[in-house]
Every structure is written in structure tokens, then in C-alpha cells.
């Protein structure tokens, strides 16, 4: 134990930066260390994070600050600070777009390689939405902020709020996403009109998406279709598997070799349902990842030799494209308004147009 404890100033901060929580250590919880006995209080925060609140005096023992690995005792009164997290908001952002069409009801737009959709814990500004909101001239929204209309917005606010409490991502307009390392075409709803009519033909599988991705290896039959329910991956949280239909939802990509090189080759991928990483997923299962998909086996060698020389190559090639080599480069759909049906189509990046003319140059 150190200095004494003055409840008034303790207060004052915690009016600036939080609430105060006072607890009491029960009959059974003594004798576990300080910051472990804590961090059932922060299950979003490493124990390193709570060691710093403690070592910046933002705990209390009894009055007094108390050390990481003071061991609690039975009847311990702690009072600590509860960060509030700043609620979930997307707000508008100057940032560049590339709109491929516009009119009253939708935008259809050319996502960039390594820009996250909607914010969402980890990425609160940045994102395709704000840029969005910019464009559009649109307002703020909070996740909290049940009251927001379309017409103040900006966009659709159709799913544009929370689900849940522990899934706390803003996205208005959103009506479909592509992964942060995945470029190319998505469709944005203006209004709850249009988002309702675009949304029903994803649903209904009628919307065309096809993708541009190189991939390890040949696929054999060169062209087909890959079914296999899709769920989290029992051994690896952060990555999604394919899994027994029962643990999954149903997921069906289809195929077709356009380009063969001696250890790769360049695919098209067109979803008939949409899952979360569907076609990396998909394309791993059939041991041909997408080449450079850090998550799913591609930034491996995983054909041909595996000599030195060899691994360098492909490893300056990760370092030029590190992302999966995977562009949506196709979209159609009929429009919500009209009935007209469009189709959109846009070149694969310059950063994969390389990566490709490399290895044609050096392993074709």
C-alpha cells in the first residue's frame, strides 16, 4: 500500500472518465492476485490493459492504491473506474470513393483493398460507410440512435443499428459486404425502399456476383461447384470452416478455371449464397487457398518447390499484395426502382495485376 486515498479528487476523475464501482471480495474469492481478481469485471480487455489501469491509480483497495499482485482478502472493499466505451458511431469522412454508378435510389462502388465496410469495435472511422456519409451528404448515427431517418442520414437504415448488445456495428446503406482485404463491386441503398427490394434478391440468390481470385494449384475438373456448410471454425474462433450442415448455414460457390499457370491459376467465383469468407473458405477446403490469404493457407508456398529462392519470390509478392488475391469484379441485379436490370464490371487491382504478371513472367 502507498498514499492515502482522496475520495474527492477519485471522484472528480471519475466524473471526466467513467463511473466508480465499488466492490466487496467475497468469503471465497480471497487470496487471487489483484489484476486476475479484476478482469472479470473487463471481459473485453486483456489483463495487461487492467495491470495499467492499476499501476495509473485507477484502483482502490480499501482506500489506498495497492500493487498488480496484491492478494485479495475476504472483505477487500475495491473501488475501480468502469471505462465507458464512446458509443458506436459512424460519421462522415472526406474520403476518396470510387463510384461506378449513381441515381436517386442506390450508388454502386469500387471498394479498395484494406478498407473495412462500417465500423464496427476495431475499426471506428475509416470505413466505406463514412465515406459514404460524406459523399451523400448524410448525417451521423450512433448505434444508440434509434430516432435516425433515412432522409437526415443519408442512406438506408434498414439493419443499419446493433442486433444485439455484443454486436455493436453501424452501417447504413449497407445491403451486402465484402472482407476488408477483398476489392471490388458493392451496392449501396439510399432509402428503405430500395435497400428492401435489393436485399429480397440477395436473398433469393438472384443477383449475379462473380469474382477474379488467384489460387494455388488447378482445380480438377477445371470447372464445378464446391458445396459445404459454413460455421466457425471449432479450433481456430477467428477463422470460419466448412462444417457438418448441422452447425453451419448451407453455402454454394461455383467455378471456372480462366488461366493456368505451372503451380497457380486465376479462377472466377460466382456465389449462389453469400457466407462469411465463402470463397476462401471454400477454395482452402479444396487445399487450392487463395494465393496471399494470410488466414486460410496462402501466404505459404503451397506447390512446386520449396526452395529459398523460390519462397522469396513469392514472399516479396506477399509483401506487394498482402491481402488475398481476390477481387469482386462483377455485380447484377435489377434495380429496385425501374426493374431495369444492371451489371456492373471493373478491372482487377493494380496491386493482383502485378502479383499475376510476375508469376506468368517467372513460373507461367
Known sequence: MSESFDESDYEADVQREGRAVEVVVADDEGGARLDKYLTQFYPESSRTKVQRS???????????????????????????????????????????????????????????AGMVVHPA?????GTLVNALLHHVGGDSVAADD????????????????????????????IVHRLDKGTSGLLVVAKHDRAHRALAAQFKEHSTERRYRAIVWGQFDPREGTITGAIGRDPHHRQRMAVVDPGRGKHAVTHYRTIEEQSYTSVVEFELETGRTHQIRVHAAEENHPV?????????????GTQGGKRRTFYERLFERMPRPALHAYRLGFEH?????H??????????MQFVLERIRTVEG
Open 146 to 173: 434509434e430516432d435516425a431517418e433515412e432522409a437526415e442520414v443519408g442512406l438506408s437504415m434498414i439493419n443499419a443499428l446493433p442486433e444485439r448488445p455484443d454486436h455493436p456495428v453501424v452501417r447504413p446503406g
Open 291 to 303: 494465393l496471399g490469404d494470410p488466414k486460410y493457407g496462402g501466404q505459404a508456398v503451397r506447390y
Open 342 to 351: 444492371m451489371a456492373f464490371e471493373v478491372d482487377v487491382p493494380d496491386d
Open 336 to 340: 429496385p426502382a425501374s426493374g431495369e
Open 121 to 125: 469495435p476495431g475499426h471506428r472511422s
Open 54 to 112: 492499476i499501476k495509473k491509480g485507477h484502483v482502490k483497495v480499501n482506500g489506498r492504491d495497492a500493487s498488480k499482485s496484491y492478494r485479495v482478502e475476504a472483505g477487500d472493499v475495491i473501488v475501480f473506474r468502469l471505462i465507458r466505451k464512446p458509443p458506436m458511431e459512424a460519421t462522415p469522412e472526406d474520403i476518396p470513393l470510387d463510384v461506378v454508378y449513381e441515381d436517386d435510389d442506390l450508388l454502386v462502388v469500387n471498394k479498395p
